[in-house]
């Protein structure tokens, strides 16, 4: 009995930890770390480092992604193209001219800014950390740099791999797991007639999870629909309460101050104050219906004074969302992980257009319609059905409103009050119109 027990609790935690970083909408999504030798120095080799990221709808935004690890042994890089590490370490020990670009055991690298010397750079590089989500841009979801590293391997068997990575993109939320030696790279020439490979290859994988970046969510959702008058807010402290103290009144003078809307080091948001406390507010508008079709209107309201949204995603389950008619300014994208099942929908801006979410205030909102044709076997207006099972923005999962707030339809009196009413307005419009 004892012996049973402990197997139950073994495989619930292994199997709470692999579910962490799962997402059920994005379940192949990673960031993936390749590292091919391209070739063997002296005392090393030279490595083309390429980061991948896989994931549908989840970016890497300014201020742009942070790797780290440790070497094995004691290392060194010589040199980076395409990327820097952020601090040099104790070098004293070589002597001359020849001083490494970085002597430390667990060097942590970010990427260059454009605009640096052409020989400083490489394919893919200095884009200040920013990386696409794979769903919005697969050309420009990859970020790579060179690394010439001393001190180390000079062969396949001799060469040791670094290990304990770490991934901020900007901030918290990646696990990566140890390098794994896969088969090497191939690379063709331009005319296709001849390849070539890497002298080594490892990757390693990093995913997300909401939960280590905080306990509590950064967004919300709210609902309304053209029959019933209420609004259904976010529910109360859905991000938490804990900057409640040190938010901005809308309206009062502090909001236009000068430095509001610079950002901190540290990423800590300043927060309009609000009931619910999220930086992000999604609305759901059920906005009309038609005999074969039915319209929503949806909305983005950023409400933190420091941060501006580049390249924002916003990710609605909904079982219409297979029949997807035209989307009137967000682009959009369905997302099918499973095949069979097409229940999913990515919108996001439109390049120049309202790819940027401005900062809390009244530019800090986009928003767009989507016109779904009907079918006849599931629509209904009744029980919530209209609206979404869940809303992502940014990757991160929104907070929804109980299921006994949403809007409901109108008791039977009223529906046939509201029929009749408009049979009526119609006839009159009618008999206005052949008089006229």
């Not at 990710?315 to 099918?336: E, G, I, M, R, W």
Request: hydrophobic share 35%; glycine share 6%; with cysteine.
């Amino acid at each position: 009995m004892v012996l049973k027990f402990s197997l139950w609790a073994i495989l619930l935690f292994v199997f709470s930890q692999n579910s962490v970083a799962f997402d059920p909408l994005d379940p192949f999504g990673n960031i993936t770390i390749k590292w091919d030798v391209i070739s063997w120095t002296p005392d090393g080799y030279v490595a083309l480092v390429t980061m991948n990221n896989f994931q549908m709808y989840r970016h890497i935004m300014t201020p742009g992604w942070t790797l780290g690890w440790n070497w094995a042994k004691k290392e060194v890089i010589w040199s980076m193209v395409g990327a820097q590490t952020t601090e040099q370490g104790d070098c004293s020990k070589f002597k001359g001219g020849n001083v490494p670009h970085c002597c430390k055991r667990d060097p942590v690298v970010v990427d260059l800014l454009p605009g640096v010397p052409y020989n400083q750079q490489i394919a893919n590089c200095c884009k200040g950390g920013v990386v696409s989500s794979y769903g919005q841009d697969p050309s420009a979801a990859v970020s790579a740099f060179q690394v010439s590293v001393g001190l180390a391997g000079t062969s396949n068997k001799t060469v040791k791999l670094p290990k304990n990575f770490t991934l901020l993109a900007p901030g918290p939320g990646y696990t990566c797991g140890p390098a794994t030696i896969v088969p090497s790279t191939v690379y063709w020439t331009k005319d296709r007639r001849r390849k070539t490979q890497a002298l080594m290859t490892w990757n390693v994988t990093c995913t997300y999870s909401q939960f280590l970046v905080s306990k509590h969510p950064s967004c919300c959702v709210s609902f309304s629909s053209f029959y019933n008058e209420t609004i259904t807010p976010c529910p109360s402290c859905s991000c938490g309460c804990h900057n409640k103290d040190k938010c901005i009144k809308s309206g009062s003078k502090r909001a236009t101050s000068v430095g509001v809307n610079t950002p901190r080091k540290d990423n800590e948001p300043l927060l309009q104050c609000t009931h619910h406390m999220c930086p992000i507010r999604v609305h759901w508008h059920v906005k009309q219906n038609y005999k074969d079709y039915w319209r929503v209107k949806l909305a983005v309201t950023n409400f933190n004074y420091r941060l501006n949204y580049t390249q924002w995603t916003l990710v609605a389950q909904h079982p219409n969302l297979n029949n997807v008619t035209q989307v009137f300014s967000f682009d959009y994208k369905p997302l099918v992980p499973y095949q069979s099942i097409n229940d999913t929908a990515m919108f996001y801006g439109m390049k120049f257009y309202n790819d940027l979410l401005m900062e809390a205030g009244p530019f800090g909102n986009v928003q767009s319609e989507v016109l779904m044709q009907k079918d006849k076997n599931t629509f209904t207006f009744k029980q919530g059905w209209a609206f979404p099972r869940k809303v992502y923005f940014n990757g991160d999962e929104c907070m929804l409103p109980p299921p006994e707030a949403y809007p409901s339809l109108p008791n039977d009196a009223k529906i046939e009050a509201i029929t009749i009413s408009a049979i009526v307005a119609s006839m009159i419009w009618l008999i206005h119109l052949f008089i006229w």
